[in-house]
C-alpha cells in the first residue's frame, strides 16, 4: 500500500513539475518564438543551403571543395550508397523541412514561411530533374556538378519526396504551375514504384537500391509504408487509381494491413534513429490525408505508441556501438552517466552540458552530441509530430530549452542541423495554435 502512496504522489509531482514548465513556455512572448525559429531556420540555410538550386545537403556548403568529388559521384563511389558523400539524402532533408515550414504557415502566415517553402518546392523540382529516368527520386546532386548524382536510391528518398509534394500541393501556397509538376512527377514516381512491385530499383530498372526492398510483405513496418504513399500519390495526382489501390491494399485479406497498423506487442521502432523518424513523419501526414475517424484513430495511436517507445528507447545500445564503435565507456565516464548506457531521450537531455560540446578529445566530443543531442532531438521530433496535445505540452518546454542552449555552430553534421530546424518549426506552430 505504502509503496502505492509513494508512485501516486511521484505521478503528481511530475505532473505538477510538466504543467509549470508548460505555463512558463506559454508566457512566451509571440516576438521571442518566432524570433528564436526563425533564426535557426535562417542559420541552417545559410550553412547547409545551396543559394542556386535551394537544395539542402549533409554538411555545411563552405567545406563542399573537401567532399566526395563529382568525379568519384559519377563513379559510385562510395560504394554502395554515397554514404558519406554528404549529398545522399537531399530529399529526405529537403521534404521534412518543407513538411514543417507548411505545417508552420498553415497555422501562422507569414512571409520567411512562405518565402521558404518556395525555395525547398524548387529545390525538390531540382533534385527530380537530374534523374537519369523517369520516376527515380536521387542522391544528390553534386552543387560542383549538377549532373553528378546518385541512382542508388532509398525508400526514405523516394516516400519523403512523394509526401512532402504531396502536402505542398494541398496547401494554399502551391499555385497551378507547381501543382502540374507535382501532379506528374509524382505520377512518373508512383508508376514506377508500382512497374517494379512496391519496390525501388536503380536506374537500370534491375539491380535493387539500398532500402528499396518492396512493401508489400504483411508486416508493420510495411503496411507503413506502404498506405500513407498510396494515399498521398492520390492526394498529389488527384488520380483515382491510387485511390483504388490504397483501398485494394488496406482492405486485402479482411484487412490486415489495418490491423497490423493496431498498437500491440507487435509494434516496433527501426533501431536506426533516423528511420524512427522518418516513419513518424510518413504517419504523421497519413494522419493529416486520411478522412475516416476510425482509420485516424487506428493511427493516431500508432503515432503515440512509436513515440513513446522511442522516448523510452535506450542509448547507445548494442546496434548502435557496433555500427560506429561508439566509445560507450569513455563517453559515459566524461558525461557522468550512471552507468553504460542513457535510459530514455528525457534523461539523455537533462544530463546534457554546453561543455561536452568543447572537449578536447574530438571523437568524445562527437559521441557526447549524438547522446545527449541527436537521441533526445529524434524522440521530441517523435513528440512535435504525434498529434497528441498533452504529450506535447510535456515536452515542448525541454524543446524551447534545447533550441536554445546548445550551439548550433559548435555541431556537426547535416542531420542534427536539419532536425533542429524541424523541430523549431513545429514548436512554433504548436505554440500559435494555442
Not at 500513407?228 to 479482411?254: M, Q, R, S, V
Not at 513518424?280 to 503515432?303: S, T, V
Amino acid at each position: 500500500m505504502r509503496g502505492i502512496i509513494f508512485i501516486s504522489i511521484l505521478l503528481i509531482c511530475c505532473s505538477v513539475k510538466a504543467e509549470e514548465n508548460y505555463k512558463k513556455f506559454s508566457a512566451l512572448t509571440k516576438e521571442d518564438v518566432i524570433t528564436k525559429s526563425f533564426s535557426i531556420a535562417k542559420t541552417y540555410f545559410n550553412d547547409y543551403q545551396d543559394p542556386e538550386t535551394y537544395v539542402c545537403y549533409g554538411a555545411r556548403l563552405k567545406e563542399k571543395d573537401s567532399w566526395t568529388s563529382p568525379e568519384d559521384v559519377k563513379a559510385k563511389k562510395p560504394a554502395p550508397w554515397g554514404y558519406g558523400s554528404h549529398i545522399e539524402d537531399t530529399a529526405l532533408h529537403c521534404g521534412h523541412l518543407l513538411g514543417a515550414l507548411i505545417n508552420a504557415y498553415n497555422v501562422r502566415q507569414d512571409p520567411f514561411l512562405y518565402e521558404n517553402c518556395k525555395k525547398l518546392f524548387k529545390a525538390l523540382k531540382f533534385i527530380y530533374s537530374v534523374s537519369p529516368v523517369p520516376g527515380l527520386v536521387p542522391r544528390g546532386p553534386h552543387p560542383n556538378d549538377k549532373t553528378a548524382c546518385y541512382d542508388d536510391s532509398s525508400m526514405d528518398q523516394h516516400t519523403t519526396y512523394i509526401i512532402s509534394l504531396a502536402l505542398y500541393a494541398n496547401s494554399s501556397i502551391a499555385d497551378k504551375e507547381e501543382k502540374e509538376f507535382i501532379k506528374k512527377s509524382l505520377q512518373e514516381v508512383g508508376e514506377r514504384l508500382e512497374k517494379y512491385g512496391w519496390s525501388i530499383k536503380q536506374a537500370d530498372g534491375k539491380t535493387q537500391s539500398h532500402v528499396g526492398f518492396a512493401w508489400t510483405g504483411f508486416v508493420p513496418e510495411h503496411a507503413s509504408i506502404l498506405l500513407p504513399i498510396l494515399l498521398a500519390l492520390y492526394k498529389g495526382t488527384g488520380n483515382n487509381h491510387w485511390l483504388e489501390l490504397y483501398e485494394k491494399y488496406g482492405t486485402e485479406e479482411d484487412s490486415r494491413r489495418w490491423k497490423l497498423l493496431e498498437p500491440g506487442p507487435h509494434i516496433q521502432i527501426n533501431v536506426h534513429p533516423i528511420y524512427a523518424n522518418q516513419n513518424c513523419f510518413r504517419l504523421n501526414a497519413f494522419y493529416q490525408f486520411e478522412n475516416n475517424p476510425e482509420r485516424k484513430k487506428i493511427i493516431y495511436d500508432l503515432l503515440e505508441k512509436s513515440t513513446d517507445l522511442q522516448l523510452e528507447r535506450e542509448f547507445p545500445g548494442k546496434w548502435f556501438e557496433d555500427l560506429i564503435k561508439f566509445p560507450t565507456e569513455k563517453v559515459a565516464q566524461a558525461c557522468n552517466w550512471e552507468g553504460t548506457s542513457l535510459q530514455g531521450c528525457e534523461i539523455a537531455w537533462k544530463k546534457f552540458q554546453p561543455s561536452f560540446l568543447d572537449m578536447a578529445d574530438w571523437k568524445i566530443a562527437s559521441a557526447a552530441s549524438l547522446s545527449h543531442i541527436r537521441f533526445p532531438l529524434g524522440g521530441f521530433h517523435m513528440v512535435m509530430l504525434s498529434e497528441h496535445k498533452e504529450m506535447i505540452k510535456k515536452y515542448v518546454p525541454y524543446v524551447w530549452d534545447m533550441i536554445n542552449i546548445v550551439d548550433l555552430k559548435k555541431t556537426y553534421g547535416g542531420e542534427t542541423n536539419y532536425l533542429f530546424t524541424v523541430v523549431s518549426l513545429y514548436l512554433y506552430a504548436f505554440y500559435f495554435n494555442q
